[in-house]
C-alpha cells in the first residue's frame, strides 16, 4: 500500500506570496492531520481534517487555511507568507479520530518551505 | 493543557549501550501514547504504541512501558546501533483528536 505522499518536497517563496501544498492519504484514510515543524518550536498542530470538514484547529493564524476534498486528498494554503512560516510541513493520514483514542498517524515526507 | 515533556537531547551513546529517553505527560483522561521516529531528512514514523494503563508497546528492541501513576511513557532498548540514530518523539492522543509531542530528543550513536 503506497505510503502519504507530499508534494512539493521543496519550495521557496519570497515574502508577501502565497503557497499551497498538498498531500495525498494512505488509500482508505479519511482523516488528514497538518502539522509545522520548526527547530524552535517544535512540532505544532494545524488542523485536522475528515470527510471533507474541518474538525479541529491549531493556534495558527487565518493565514494557514486548508481543505480536502472527496477523495481525502487536502491541500493546505499559507497566504501572505513571513520569514518565519519556514518549517518543515508534515501531513499525517489516519483511517479514523477519535478524541484521545487509540488511531494512529502515518506522516508524508513532509514538505520543507524557505521564505526569504 | 494537554503536554508531554521528554528528555532534552542530545544523547550520544556508544553502540551496544543501554537506552532510555525519559518522556511524562499531562492529560484530561487516559490518552493513547506513543513513540514515533524521524529519521534524517523523512517524516515521522510510528515506533511503538500503548493504548492503557500497564500496557506495553515493542518493536525493533524498543520499549515503553504506560505508567499511569507516574504519568510516564518512557523508552528503552538494551542494545543500540548506529542505525537507531534519529530523532525521538514522545506523543499523545489530545483530547481534542490531536496529537500533542513532545519536543524530541536526537540520539547519536557511535560505532
Known amino acids: 500500500k503506497a505510503g502519504v505522499t507530499q508534494t512539493p518536497r521543496y519550495l521557496i517563496k519570497t515574502r508577501g506570496q502565497q503557497v499551497t501544498l498538498s498531500c495525498s492519504p494512505i488509500?482508505?484514510?479519511?482523516?488528514v492531520s497538518w502539522y509545522q515543524q520548526t527547530p524552535g518550536q517544535g512540532l505544532q498542530f494545524l488542523f485536522e481534517?475528515?470527510?471533507?470538514?474541518?474538525?479541529n484547529k491549531g493556534n495558527f493564524p487565518g493565514r494557514f487555511s486548508g481543505r480536502q476534498f472527496s477523495n481525502s486528498r487536502s491541500e493546505m494554503n499559507v497566504s501572505t507568507l513571513e520569514l518565519g512560516d519556514s518549517a518543515l510541513y508534515l501531513c499525517?493520514?489516519?483511517?479514523?479520530?477519535?478524541?484521545?483514542?487509540?488511531?494512529?498517524?502515518?506522516f508524508g515526507p513532509g514538505t520543507r518551505l524557505t521564505v526569504t | 493543557g494537554d503536554s508531554v515533556t521528554q528528555m532534552e537531547g542530545p544523547v550520544t551513546l556508544s553502540e551496544e549501550a543501554f537506552l532510555t529517553i525519559n518522556c511524562t505527560y499531562t492529560?484530561?483522561?487516559?490518552?493513547?501514547l506513543f513513540w514515533y521516529v524521524q529519521y534524517p531528512g523523512e517524516g515521522l514514523q510510528l515506533l511503538l504504541k500503548?493504548?492503557?494503563?500497564?500496557d506495553k508497546g515493542s518493536n525493533k528492541g524498543f520499549e515503553a512501558t504506560y505508567r499511569k501513576e507516574t504519568t510516564s511513557f518512557h523508552l528503552e532498548k538494551g542494545s543500540v546501533q548506529v542505525s537507531d540514530s534519529a530523532v525521538y518523539f514522545c506523543?499523545?492522543?489530545?483530547?481534542?483528536?490531536?496529537?500533542?509531542f513532545g519536543k524530541g530528543t536526537k540520539l547519536s550513536v557511535k560505532p
Open positions: 499525517a493520514s489516519s483511517l479514523a479520530q477519535l478524541a484521545g483514542g487509540t488511531y494512529e498517524q502515518y
Open positions: 488509500s482508505g484514510h479519511r482523516s
Open positions: 481534517y475528515f470527510s471533507e470538514t474541518q474538525r
Open positions: 492529560a484530561t483522561g487516559y490518552p493513547s
Open positions: 500503548a493504548t492503557k494503563a500497564d
Open positions: 506523543i499523545h492522543g489530545g483530547s481534542q483528536g490531536n496529537l500533542i
